[in-house]
């Protein structure tokens, strides 16, 4: 599976480093878009996302489901080498200095003939 930024999938996030999400007020509510692509030759099914803690001081990520972020949208499942949407929410519920970075671990099932 790979993760972009755009929907022409140029920009591409590596899926093992954080994903930054920037600054948002509290109070306010932020949706960011990515793309996960289907690299593999084979059909992949009940994919389940969760969104991890990235400590904002020690940068490590932490068993922690990130309360102020959430994915929205996503899809369930992907055809050999599709692309679909990806939507993150993300309402920060205190002021950083520092925007929130967060982890995307992605489970699923592939299909193999």
């Known amino acids: 599976m790979k993760l972009f930024k755009d929907s022409e999938l140029k920009k591409e996030l ?5 994903i930054p ?3 948002v007020d509290v109070g306010e509510v932020e949706a ?9 030759p084979h059909e992949v ?3 389940k996302y ?4 990235i400590d904002r001081e020690t940068k490590e990520v932490t068993e ?4 102020e972020s959430r994915v929205i949208e996503a899809p369930e499942k992907l055809l050999p ?3 679909d949407i990806l939507i993150i929410e993300y309402a920060p519920s205190i002021d950083f200095e520092l925007g929130l970075q967060v982890m995307l671990q992605m489970k699923g099932k592939s299909l193999r003939d």
């Open 14 to 18: 590596d899926i093992k480093k954080a």
């Open 45 to 47: 099914i009940n994919l």
């Open 32 to 40: 960011f878009e990515f793309w996960i692509v289907n690299d593999s």
């Open 81 to 83: 080498y599709a692309s």
């Open 21 to 23: 999400l920037g600054i």
């Open 64 to 67: 922690v489901t990130s309360e």
């Open 50 to 53: 969760e969104l991890k803690n």
